[in-house]
């Protein structure tokens, strides 16, 4: 309907168009061609001025309905005009001023279309030139042409008006041969959808575009038919197969659980073997060190009793010839000399021992304790080398401190003393083994942000790759059956990173020595 619409609308307005422009054309041409005429016959009667004559002629005027009313002007030669009335015919409208005037001009002006045409003479002398004795001024009425033009607009409107209704007939008889099947497969899939029962059909229909797409529809239902049973008898399967696999993941879950259970009583049994055997590790460390210690007391102590019993032995002499008043002064000068000889020996073996075991009682609480406390870090490695000397006194290695000798800090000492033992231990017995004499630097020194940076390195035999790659893991040795319980270097890494909270790294070259670089905080770190 709409395009009908614009269609007809189109249409009419262009024929409407065009009919009035010809028309107009048309009445402009006979006004026009009326106008020249009178004005063509109006130059013999100016001429000869016969007034009468030319009124006779446009009398004639009054069988032509549209005409208005004719003006002929004249020239004049009065001063201040050019032209004056010659003669006129009217019916109802007043004669306009002679100087108003336009050459050869049409106009509309209202409902009146006005023309005005020169009136020429040709002179005797020269047949081809004119000159201008006055003009003709005609009105006459559009009224014709606005007639004409209402009918045309009436009878195209009538026209297109019918059109449209007959348009529209025929829309509301086509909407009911299209739409209608339209609707009624709508109204069909529609059921369908909400029943979800895909075994109806589309009937056909008259017209072939429906009718395939009916026959598409019931393609399109009966391939949803055949998914939605095969997907009913997947649904079964699936169900069937979730049933069989709860009954085999209860079971397997049932068996996870014991095998869990077993697993955390098997974990836990060798966490407490691990706790264990780095009990002993340590109580094995501290017993090398206090028969170490005991095996170093045991000489003083001895020089001790040696001089001692030296003294007694003496002063029983001296007390016999005392009682006998046969002492001489050189004797008991003598005996002073060596009295006094004999007590610094056991002045300094006494003040030895005390120091060994000194030492020995504060090694033995660090490595029992995990307590912080302030302390001079030299004097800890001093402490931790006094404990080691027996087994350090059967080899020829040097050992070099490299540290401020008035470095005090607060922190763990039990951790460190334990990481050198197993160090040094390691070296001694791994490092060195088949070399006469090798060399340790320990080095300390203070970092940024209250750390202290231990280095801890040997030029011994180095660290295999294979070993050097899990060194850290427990129970990697290479003397296993020959006493090495794989520990050491695994109660190191523990020790500093979760006793000290710092952190250990390793760099070895087989043949080249092995540096660990120990970082850890401490607190309250100072220096002389």
């Known amino acids: 309907m709409a395009i009908a619409t614009i269609t007809l609308v189109i249409s009419s307005g262009l024929s409407i168009y065009t009919q009035i422009s010809t028309y107009e054309k048309e009445i402009v041409t006979h006004v026009e061609t009326l106008a020249e005429l009178i004005a063509s016959n109006a130059s013999n009667y100016i001429v000869e001025n016969d007034v009468k004559a030319t009124q006779r002629r446009l009398s004639s005027l009054s069988t032509v309905p549209m005409v208005l009313n004719v003006n002929i002007y004249r020239t004049t030669n009065e001063p201040g ?17 002679s100087d108003d005037y336009e050459s050869n001009s049409t106009n509309f002006r ?28 005609l009105r006459a009425s559009a009224d014709s042409l606005n007639n004409q033009v209402g009918k045309t607009i009436l009878i195209n409107l009538s026209v297109m008006l019918v059109m449209m209704l007959v348009s529209f007939l025929l829309a509301l008889r086509l909407q009911r041969v299209i739409t209608g099947p339209i609707e009624s497969l709508a109204d069909f899939l529609q059921r369908t959808s909400r029943q979800r029962d895909y075994s109806g059909r589309s009937e056909g229909s008259n017209i072939r575009e429906l009718s395939i797409l009916s026959e598409a529809v019931n393609v399109m239902l009966s391939r949803i038919q055949e998914y939605m049973h095969k997907q009913k008898q997947a649904e079964e399967q699936h169900r069937k197969l979730n049933a069989s696999l709860e009954d085999m993941v209860n079971q397997r879950t049932l068996a996870l659980k014991d095998a869990n259970q077993e697993l955390i009583q098997t974990l836990e049994k060798l966490h407490q073997f691990q706790r264990q055997i780095v009990q002993n590790e340590k109580m094995a460390s501290l017993g090398d060190m206090v028969a170490g210690v005991a095996h170093e007391v045991n000489t003083p102590i001895g020089l001790g009793v040696t001089a001692s019993t030296m003294m007694l032995d003496r002063l029983v002499t001296i007390q016999k010839e005392f009682e006998n008043k046969t002492l ?32 020995f009682k504060q090694v033995a609480v660090d490595q029992s304790s995990e307590n912080s406390r302030s302390f001079c870090f030299a004097q800890l490695v001093n402490e931790i080398l006094l404990s080691l000397r027996p087994r350090l006194k059967k080899v ?26 197993n ?24 970092m940024s942000g209250n750390k202290l940076k231990l280095i801890y390195r040997d030029d011994g035999k180095g660290i295999p790759p294979d070993i050097r790659k899990r060194i850290f893991d427990p129970f990697v040795t290479t003397k296993r059956g020959q006493g090495g319980s794989g520990l050491g270097m695994h109660l190191v890494y523990n020790l500093v990173t979760q006793a000290l909270n710092g952190s250990i790294s390793l760099t070895s070259e087989e043949g080249h020595g092995v540096e660990f670089v120990i970082v850890f905080p401490i607190a309250n770190a100072k220096t002389a």
Do not use: W
């Not at 005009?81 to 004669?95: D, G, H, M, P, Q």
């Not at 004999?342 to 000194?358: M, T, W």
């Open 110 to 137: 209202g409902n009146f279309i006005e023309v005005t045409r020169d009136i020429t003479q040709r002179s005797e002398d020269d047949l081809y030139t004119e000159s201008r004795i006055g003009y003709i001024f």
């Open 396 to 421: 020829h290695h040097k050992i070099n401190i490299e540290c401020d000798p008035t470095l005090t800090v607060e922190t763990k000492a039990g951790p460190i003393n334990q990481i050198l033992i």
């Open 81 to 97: 005009k050019n032209f004056e009335l010659f003669t006129a015919y009217k019916k109802n409208v007043s004669i306009r001023a």
């Open 328 to 359: 001489k002064a050189s004797t008991m000068a003598k005996f002073l000399a060596e009295s006094q000889e004999n007590l610094n020996i056991i002045y300094r073996n006494l003040n030895r021992a005390a120091e060994l075991i000194s030492s």
């Open 423 to 446: 160090l040094i231990m390691n070296s001694i017995i791994h490092g060195f083994e088949d070399i006469e004499e090798g060399q340790i630097d320990i080095c300390a020194e203070l």
